[in-house]
């Protein structure tokens, strides 16, 4: 049986509730926190950081009241706070200074040997994530966090702080390992993160034919979707197509458009 919302934010033996809020959701739940009196505490993340010039769509840390538990639970077990990448929650025994130091540090991470940012806050993501995680990203990563609960695709999803992963304070950047750049290469969001992209691409370098293709709504990011499911059965890497073999597809498949006058 899924772990309820309510159940786990009235569960009076764990800590402080915390959200991290993506504000990019539709709608912004940030909106929805302060129409219904569920904040003790709130701040943007990235207000004071590298990334400050971002402040308007920078994700939110919520400290949620205590007396607003059992109706925040009610809510979420109604509905969600907005799209399927608004956010997720969690329990935390540390204070709020250390909890905003925290996430401020690691909105930016190495990967390849590189700076980028690190939309952990996107539940799309962090859904991905959270069950690939290691022991060291327990511990770095997941510092403050004792248990966290986010919304599944059919079930509400809940993972503790496993043994011998204890809270760690590490004086350099947080590293995203192979296991978890695989892990997100291979989910479904980052496939359709692919194809949305590829999409807008198109539209940009070939807008008279995308015209064509996409006359009925939807039609043009299906056959961007088949064309990938079939060059994923002849294991070639989506990410690097482009356009010329798309256009090869669309004519050995007798899909492009009649465009003479």
Not at 67 to 88: A, E, F, I, R
């Amino acid at each position: 049986m899924s772990l309820t919302w309510t159940s786990w934010l009235t569960n009076t033996i764990q800590s402080d509730v915390y959200f991290l809020i993506n504000t990019l959701s539709q709608p912004n739940p940030i909106k929805q926190f302060y129409i219904n009196d569920w904040i003790e505490e709130a701040f943007p993340i990235y207000r004071g950081t590298a990334l400050s010039h971002l402040s308007s769509v920078s994700p939110w840390l919520v400290k949620v009241k205590p007396s607003q538990y059992s109706h925040l639970g009610q809510v979420l077990d109604t509905m969600p706070l907005g799209d399927n990448s608004w956010g997720w929650a969690y329990h935390s025994q540390l204070d709020w200074r250390t909890q905003i130091t925290h996430w401020q540090k690691h909105q930016l991470v190495i990967m390849n040997d590189k700076k980028v940012i690190f939309r952990f806050f996107d539940a799309r993501i962090a859904r991905t994530l959270l069950p690939k995680l290691s022991l060291g990203d327990w511990a770095v990563l997941m510092m403050p966090v004792d248990d966290c609960l986010i919304e599944g695709d059919e079930v509400n999803e809940n993972y503790t702080r496993p043994q011998y992963a204890d809270p760690f304070i590490s004086p350099v950047d947080y590293e995203l390992r192979e296991h978890l750049i695989t892990a997100w290469r291979d989910s479904e969001q980052a496939y359709v993160n692919v194809i949305n992209n590829f999409y807008i691409q198109f539209w940009e370098k070939q807008s008279e034919l995308a015209y064509q293709l996409d006359e009925v709504d939807g039609r043009l990011i299906g056959f961007i979707r088949d064309w990938m499911d079939e060059c994923q059965k002849n294991r070639l890497d989506t990410a690097y197509l482009y356009d010329d073999l798309f256009l090869r597809y669309l004519n050995k498949n007798n899909l492009l458009p009649d465009m003479t006058i």
